[in-house]
């Protein structure tokens, strides 16, 4: 098993950009979830999902966009990036989101100019 | 809201020691604790999950324990190598939102 892989690893875009951030498992797990990681804040919660066709929203929404349309893939889109959304990003997932271990992904390091 | 506090948020210990991590929360309403460890430049690898239900989990020289009612849990790790060298995470899962609450980590140093 690959686990959960992301791509790319590093990406820098200028504002007002837009771009995928790709995650995908290998796992057969119904949760999956984004975070961002910002130093000084830890880690917050963008957006999250119980299974395909179903998303919703965690701690950081704004500007950010996701969709689950397999099992396997949890895409997160930048609309229009903004400096504010320089950050490290980790997706995760899960068989479970309230008991089971969380595996998350390598991270992708975005800067936005 | 739930907060996660963790002490110290830097350590440097000399091979061979035993150490302790501390996490702290304020809501003692959790499904369960997650310890994590993250290597510069990586993604975070599951450690130990306790259940609420549980006092302590262990794996290897790792040991951590939960005491829900005091919303406190510690990462003893045994014979500290090099290796472990790393920053160290607590999470909490309230139950709500499916979100992970996690702190800002410890950084430990492992000087041979």
């Known amino acids: 098993n690959a686990g959960v892989t992301q791509t790319p690893k590093f990406q820098v875009l200028k504002t007002g950009q837009s771009m995928t951030l790709q995650c995908a498992q290998d796992m057969n797990h119904e949760y999956m979830s984004w975070y961002r990681q910002d130093p000084g804040m830890g880690l917050r919660l963008i957006h999250y999902s119980v299974g395909a066709g179903i998303t919703d929203q965690g701690e950081v929404p704004n500007g950010y966009n996701v969709s689950r349309s397999t099992t396997e893939d949890f895409p997160l889109r930048l609309l229009s990036a903004a400096p504010s959304q320089t950050s490290v990003y980790f997706c995760?997932?899960?068989?479970?989101?309230?008991?089971?271990?969380?595996?998350f992904g390598p991270g992708t390091r975005l800067t936005v100019l | 809201k739930q907060e996660v506090t963790q002490i110290p948020a830097a350590l440097s210990v000399p091979e061979g020691e035993n150490l302790v991590l501390n996490c702290s929360f304020t809501d003692s309403a959790i499904y369960n604790l997650q310890w994590f460890r993250q290597d510069p430049g990586k993604g975070l690898t599951s450690l130990l999950l306790?259940?609420?239900?549980?006092r302590e989990q262990t794996s290897g020289r790792l040991n951590a324990s939960l005491d829900k009612s005091s919303g406190r849990s510690t990462l003893y790790i045994a014979a500290s190598q090099p290796g472990d060298s790393a920053t160290y995470l607590c999470a909490v899962y309230k139950g709500s939102n499916y979100k992970l609450t996690f702190g800002k980590g410890t950084l430990l140093t492992v000087n041979p």
């Open positions: 995760a997932s899960a068989t479970s989101g309230s008991t089971d271990t969380q595996y």
């Open positions: 306790i259940q609420s239900s549980q």
